[in-house]
């Protein structure tokens, strides 16, 4: 079982996602920290509801980012925590930080990377005319939404949305591929070799694990 924390700043609909896997026996990992910057983050109150212990540690309380990550990185430790899953946790860590738990820190991008790095993916990706957009989990490296992708998922881009629609279609994926991609870091399944994850080939025996354009089949 491997115990991980679980970084935000607000909603915490990803957090909920993962909350909601952990609750199964048989899902190898469990949440042993919630841990935001905002003490106002609402997906504190999610944690709370499922009985995890919640820490704020706020970066305005620290003098500068070393520090403030350094407080971060001792409450990981006090709780013996294995690995982080970032869930719309949006302070940048630093190199120091990332270097130090190498490998053992996932984030979720809405969108396909490498595109759309950054904010407001979604209304970027409708004005560049792309036809497919989606989410992202991957391997943080020190460089922003950067790093060995673990799972991602495609969405078609119906160019008469708005962002806030296509936001919400992408955030249907976020809460499927969030779960399974802790589901293969904390069992083995996936492993990262180099700048790649490779993902042990007996796990999806079909070649393919999602199939998610309109009425396609989620098939995990
Ligand atoms: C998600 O869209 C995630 O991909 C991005 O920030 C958003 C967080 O949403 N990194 P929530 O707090 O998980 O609801």
Known sequence: MLEIAVLISGRGSNLQALIDACADEEFPARIVRVISNKADAYGLERAKKAGIPTTVISHQDYDNKEAFEDAIDQELNACNVKMICLAGFM???????????????????????????GLHTHERALESGV?????????????????????QAAVA????????????????????????ALRLMASGKARVAGDKVIIESATYPDGGWINPLPGGDIDL
């Open 91 to 117: 302070r940048i860590l630093d190199a120091r930080f990332v270097n130090r738990w190498k490998d053992r820190i996932i984030n979720i991008h809405p969108s396909l990377l490498p595109s759309f790095k």
């Open 131 to 151: 036809r497919f957009t989606g989410c992202t989990v991957h391997i943080v490296r020190p460089e922003m939404d950067d790093g060995p992708i673990i799972l």
């Open 157 to 180: 881009v119906n160019p008469d949305e708005t962002a806030d629609e296509l936001a919400g279609r992408i955030l249907e994926y976020e809460h499927i591929i969030y779960p399974e």
